[in-house]
């Protein structure tokens, strides 16, 4: 069973930094992506950002040059560096699992909070 963890939401002043990290646990197939999206109150969710194991990225266009992805193959972990953080910036940011970086993601974290105020 694959289960997702996230951490490292919070409150921060725009402007400012924060790093999520995600671990995945249960996994068992080695090629595979790892998502990041985020859903704000009264809106759809969004992607964020994906990185598959061979370390290729996308971004959501709201996010390039400001996001950076990394991942971690043998423990199974990515990070999501966001920095120069806007208001709105602030959601739920959940972490994600695929197969394929461009492709449907099927297994889903809980979610971490990220409140950035102006």
């Known amino acids: 069973q694959v289960q997702l963890v996230e951490s490292g939401g919070g409150l921060v002043q725009a402007g400012g930094s924060l790093r999520l990290s995600c671990a995945a646990s249960?996994?068992?197939?080695?090629?595979?992506?790892m998502g990041w999206f985020r859903q704000a109150p009264g809106k759809e969710r969004e992607f964020v950002a994906g990185i598959n194991w061979r370390g290729n990225t996308a971004y959501g266009d709201s996010v390039k040059d400001r996001f950076t992805a990394s991942i971690d193959n043998a423990r199974s972990t990515t990070d999501l560096q966001m920095n120069n953080l806007k208001p709105e910036d602030t959601a739920v940011y959940f972490c994600?699992?695929?197969?394929?970086?461009?492709?449907?993601?099927?297994?889903w974290g809980q979610g971490t909070p990220v409140t950035v105020s102006s």
């Open positions: 994600a699992v695929g197969r394929t970086l461009g492709g449907s993601y099927a297994y």
């Open positions: 249960g996994l068992t197939f080695s090629s595979f992506a």
